[in-house]
């Protein structure tokens, strides 16, 4: 079964740039989510989808993040004016619904702000 | 405000002897806890579970124990191998009525297995 599918991997940009990650999930899986991971931190929820509707993007910083999750299937985030506070790992999981705890993590996009 | 917290940022094990690592949460609502092994430039890897309906979950060399009254868990790895060295993350989560919420993760301890 094939797993989570992140792209691009690594990604450097200037701040005040836009940049655009992408993600597959394990086929089936009907709930997606996208976490931030910082240097030395765990991962933080971003936002959750169930399907194309989003679950909660409390923690999603509005003014410049936004998700979307079109078709229920994959997903892209994107960040909008990026800050040098923006450079962390940037994870998706999924799982099969919203009755199910566990979560498959991506491999991670890797972003560096200069 | 950490939610979850795992206060040793390392620890060292020799091959074969028991590896514990341990968490503590504050939360009262999480019902689900998770640990998560994360080699470098991976994804964390889903390793074991408990419902906070139960009090330890065994799943070959690990074994989780949560202890609700002290809001604390452990993971438990015997005996351990060199493959085991990597960051160990603990995640808990709630059910908030809409099904499982994200979850919230501890900062994760780096086990190093020493032959």
Same mark, same amino acid.
Request: net charge negative; glycine share 16%.
């Given at each position: 079964e094939a797993g989570v599918a992140q792209s691009p991997r690594y990604k450097i940009i200037e701040k005040r740039q836009s940049v655009a990650f992408w993600c597959n999930p394990i086929s089936g899986h009907a709930t997606l989510y996208w976490y931030q991971q910082i240097l030395g931190q765990g991962p933080k929820l971003l936002i959750q989808f169930q399907n194309n509707g989003?679950? #909660? #993007? *409390?923690?999603?910083?509005?003014d410049r993040f936004s998700a979307e999750r079109l078709k229920g299937v994959d997903s892209t985030l994107k960040i909008q004016?990026?800050?040098?506070? #923006?450079s962390a790992v940037y994870l998706c999981a999924s799982s099969?619904?919203?009755? *199910?705890y566990e979560q498959y993590f991506g491999p991670g996009t890797r972003l560096t702000v200069t | 405000d950490q939610q979850v917290k795992q206060n040793s940022p390392s620890l060292s094990v020799q091959e074969g002897r028991i590896s514990i690592l341990n968490c503590d949460y504050t939360?009262?609502?999480?019902d689900y806890f998770l640990w998560y092994k994360k080699y470098p430039a991976e994804g964390p890897t889903f390793l074991i579970s408990i419902s906070s309906i139960k009090d330890k979950n065994e799943d070959g060399r690990f074994t989780v124990f949560l202890n609700k009254s002290a809001k604390h868990l452990s993971l438990h790895i015997v005996?351990?191998?060199?493959?085991?060295?990597a960051v160990y993350f603990c995640a808990a989560s709630a059910?908030?009525?809409?099904?499982a919420d994200g979850l919230t993760f501890g900062k994760g301890t780096h086990l190093i297995i020493q032959p």
């Open positions: 989003v679950v #909660d #993007d *409390s923690q999603l910083p509005k004016p990026a800050k040098l506070e #923006d099969l619904g919203l009755g *199910s | 939360n009262s609502m999480f005996p351990s191998q060199p493959g085991d060295s059910d908030s009525g809409g099904g």
